[in-house]
Nanobody, 115 residues
Framework: VQLQASGGGLVQAGGSLRLSCAAS????????MGWYRQAPGKQRDLVAL???????NYADSVKGRFTISRDNAKNTVYLQMNSLKPEDTAVYYC??????????WGQGTQVTVSS
């Protein structure tokens, strides 16, 4: 499984960004995909995930502001981020989970929210 993430950037507080993650390879083996983020000096935390059946789950800190979705025809998962806050600043990573194998990771994309 290969993952290509895009869409990060610099935005002012209250603004929006959309991240994209295109999957290729053995995508039939993926049972869920998600977005994680890692701020400097902190651990990598789950932001949102979406299962192959379309169920979603969010970190409490982003509920009501972020939306994860998928386009099966394009093998792409999106993270729509609205009402961004400076504390959302981090490197965001796309991940795909394959049972009995583990997580595959895309390259990180920097999101910077200025106050």
């Amino acid at each position: 499984v290969q993952l290509q993430a895009s869409g990060g950037g610099l935005v002012q507080a209250g603004g929006s960004l959309r991240l994209s993650c295109a999957a290729s390879g053995s995508i039939f083996s993926i049972n869920f995909m998600g977005w994680y983020r890692q701020a400097p000096g902190k651990q990598r935390d789950l932001v949102a995930l979406i299962t192959s059946g379309g169920s979603t789950n969010y970190a409490d800190s982003v509920k009501g502001r972020f939306t994860i979705s998928r386009d099966n025809a394009k093998n792409t998962v999106y993270l729509q981020m609205n009402s961004l806050k400076p504390e959302d600043t981090a490197v965001y990573y796309c991940a795909a989970h394959v049972p009995r194998t583990g997580n595959y990771w895309g390259q990180g994309t920097q999101v910077t929210v200025s106050s």
